[in-house]
């Protein structure tokens, strides 16, 4: 951490250099979360670079009190990319039927889209924690079983168990979204 604190410094005084090492350091571990985010390497890579280019221009505002360097770039990264991914796909808007045969069909679409981005949310706790932790804040296994103080074997359980019932879940839903669909 003291090489860091070094670097952050630089980084803050606007050494290139430092960045460049900082950027070795740590793209690869965010790189990894934005690719299972946006689920494609270019896309991953262009934001991978947007994320750094906020690094670069905004590294006066880190403050090592409130979180490590790590924590910082991996918000900005994660925040980047839902906000691209709220371009992308934004929600269905149920005020327009238009596009719809009926109110009531756009409403059922509606709730299945609901129903599938909900399905975390059903997960029982330490599931969904786990889930969390490896997936949106980007702890290894190894951390996260850290701070959720259970041993390493029964937090992988929890994150293989979550990710069964989620894909069962999305499963389901898309099932039925794609009956749904299949029928306008």
Do not use: C
Request: hydrophobic share 40%; aromatic share 10%; glycine share 4%.
């Amino acid at each position: 951490m003291q090489n860091d604190n070094f670097l952050i410094q630089q980084l803050k005084d606007k050494d290139e250099r430092a960045l460049s090492l900082l950027y070795d350091k740590y793209a690869g571990a965010i790189y990894s979360v934005i690719v299972k985010m946006v689920r494609d390497e270019g896309k991953a890579q262009n934001l991978l670079q947007d994320t750094f280019m906020t690094v670069w221009n905004k590294a006066e505002s880190y403050d090592a009190n409130k979180g490590r360097f790590y924590t910082w770039v991996f918000r900005i990264a994660r925040n980047k990319t839902l906000n691209f991914l709220r371009k992308v796909e934004p929600l269905i808007q149920t005020d327009d039927f238009s596009v719809y045969d009926s109110k009531e069909e756009a409403i059922s679409i509606d709730a299945k889209y609901l129903e599938l981005n909900g399905a975390i949310t059903s997960l029982e706790a330490h599931h969904k924690e786990a889930i969390e932790l490896v997936y949106f804040k980007g702890l290894t296994h190894k951390e996260a079983h850290q701070q959720m103080d259970v041993p390493l074997g029964t937090f992988k359980s929890y994150v293989r168990q979550a990710l069964k019932q989620l894909r069962q879940a999305y499963v389901k839903t898309l099932s039925v979204l794609l009956l749904i669909l299949n029928a306008l």
